[in-house]
């Protein structure tokens, strides 16, 4: 009787956990968009996910110069997974140069990590622009109440 019951316990135990936590998300939708973000020495760095599973990067490393490259990426179980890597073509005029090696890491609430080499600094935390966005416009209406509801007194 003991050992039914413990069985009847663990069945709706892992019933409920499952309801309670989604399955990891594996679709394209999760990552695509654009994603932007700093880094140490003044470095900016520009990404672009399409949903086909293709997309641009874009780094400056604090000198003004782009290092570029096109990659063909896909979202395993919420984890960004870059398959392909095409260095961009140099083009001086453009100030744009190829960057052949670049890792991207998942981070905490749905950002990213950007590395393009061994060193510390050279890495951009990620966010995605249309979050960015909404955070700003949030932080510029709660200022605006705060300016507002100080010259009332």
């Known amino acids: 009787m003991r050992f039914l019951m413990q069985l009847i316990l663990l069945v709706s135990w892992l019933g409920t956990a499952n309801a309670l936590t989604p399955l990891p998300d594996n679709s394209p939708a999760f990552f695509s968009g654009e994603w932007a973000g700093n880094g140490g020495h003044g470095s900016y760095c520009y990404l672009k996910l399409n949903t086909d599973g293709w997309g641009w990067v874009l780094i400056d490393g604090g000198s003004g110069d782009w290092l570029g490259a096109r990659l063909q990426w896909r979202n ?67 200022m605006q109440s705060l300016v507002s509801g100080e010259s009332a007194r």
């Open 76 to 142: 395993r179980q919420q984890a960004l997974q870059v398959e392909k890597i095409i260095p961009l073509s140099a083009a001086p005029r453009r100030r744009i140069m190829p960057l052949g090696k670049f890792v991207i890491s998942s981070g905490f609430n749905q950002s990213l990590r950007l590395t393009w080499s061994d060193e510390q600094s050279s890495a951009c935390q990620l966010q995605k622009l249309e979050t960015t966005a909404r955070h700003l416009d949030r932080a510029r209406k709660a």
